[in-house]
């Protein structure tokens, strides 16, 4: 069963806490990008990754870190210097970067308390 | 980087009426510009795109239509149907690759 597979759905943290968000695609593609949605702000690019072995921050990545050190892998971390991590988080991947469709797990809901 | 604006953020149209979401984009290199349509509770999936060599696209009841002179992009649905109700989300891809989204629109199909 090919596709992209986000864990956990839900996922309840303390305040102060690193906790991290697990990506996973069997579809062979080199990119993989993580967004952020939040109501009436769409999808925010915090990270991507064009290839393996390499990342590079999207338009609010500060709070968060990520790596990318299989190609079927690229796991977010929440730090605790991101101020509010309570979010709807949305992994996504596509055959090469950019111009082609990109396929999305069905998410993780993040609740920092 | 790129900017890519959206409106309206809430659209209510009749079933069987026309609708219609505008987006602008910044960045003048952006060449492929997608369009996702997300349920309630589901991930965002792709309905149609266009790239930057191509000014209209027709794909239905659902057509884009691209001036990359005033850079924008808008989405046209057609004879609407209650099950065309989600959001929807335009994207432009420009420099260094980044997929970039705009805040989304709330379209509503009313019986």
């Known amino acids: 069963d090919g596709g992209i597979t986000q864990s956990p759905k839900y996922l309840f943290r303390k305040e102060g806490q690193n906790v991290t968000l697990s990506c996973e695609q069997n579809?062979?593609?080199?990119?993989m990008y993580w967004y952020r949605q939040d109501p009436g702000q769409g999808l925010r690019l915090i990270y991507y990754?064009?290839?393996?072995?390499?990342?590079q921050k999207g338009d609010i990545a500060e709070g968060y870190s990520v790596s990318r050190e299989k190609k079927e892998s690229f796991p977010l971390t929440v730090t605790s210097a991101q101020k509010n991590p309570t979010a709807f988080y949305l992994c996504?991947?596509?055959?090469?970067?950019?111009?082609?469709?990109?396929?999305f797990g069905q998410g993780t809901r993040l609740t920092v308390v | 980087g790129e900017n890519v604006e959206q409106h309206p953020s809430t659209l209510s149209v009749q079933e069987g009426d026309s609708a219609v979401i505008k987006c602008t984009y910044s960045d003048s290199a952006s060449n492929y510009f997608p369009w996702y349509k997300q349920e309630l509770g589901k991930r965002p999936q792709l309905i149609i795109d266009i790239r930057s060599n191509v000014g209209e696209k027709k794909d239905q009841r659902i057509a884009v239509t691209l001036n990359k002179t005033a850079k924008h992009f808008s989405l046209h649905i057609t004879e609407t149907q209650p099950e065309d109700s989600a959001v929807y989300f335009c994207a432009a891809v420009g420099t260094a690759s980044k997929l970039t989204f705009g805040t989304g629109t709330r379209l509503q199909v009313t019986l």
């Open positions: 579809l062979n593609h080199d990119a």
């Open positions: 990754s064009q290839i393996v072995n390499d990342f």
């Open positions: 996504a991947s596509s055959i090469e970067p950019g111009n082609t469709e990109a396929f």
